[in-house]
């Protein structure tokens, strides 16, 4: 009976941690997002991103090369993120989009708070990259 509910322990934290990494849930999206961010893969950033108009691979590369000059230097300066928290999501009324509050801990001891969208695109939650 032990080794039952021990089995069970195991695969329990196995699926809670599986669970955070995973775009079921806007959480879970804006966890994997803001993973990537704080390792400075801007071209993993851009391909969990949901654009209005179709995007090229081009584009995609160019929209990533965009974001790390603006923002590569500005995190440096400031240590890196060491860490990040992610709040509760705000999910609309019809289910199809949501708001994710989350914080930035940065190297220098500084924090920045920010807030992600997201929009649902069949059934995977997608940082809203707009058009």
């Not at 289910?95 to 992600?116: C, M």
């Amino acid at each position: 009976m032990k080794k039952i509910f021990r089995l069970m322990a195991v695969a329990f934290v196995a699926l809670t941690m599986a669970a955070c990494g995973s775009n079921n849930t806007p959480e879970g999206a804006a966890q994997k997002f803001l993973k990537v961010y704080k390792n400075g893969d801007y071209k993993a950033m851009v391909d969990q991103m949901h654009f209005t108009k179709e995007a090229t691979d081009e584009q995609k590369a160019q929209f990533a090369s965009m974001i790390e000059q603006k923002v590569a230097g500005e995190i440096e300066k400031k240590g890196g993120i060491e860490s990040f928290e992610v709040k509760e999501a705000q999910v609309a009324e019809d289910g199809q989009s949501a708001k994710v509050e989350y914080i930035l801990h940065f190297g220098n001891g500084t924090e920045s708070d920010d807030t992600l969208k997201l929009v649902l695109v069949d059934g995977k939650w997608m940082v809203d990259g707009g058009k």
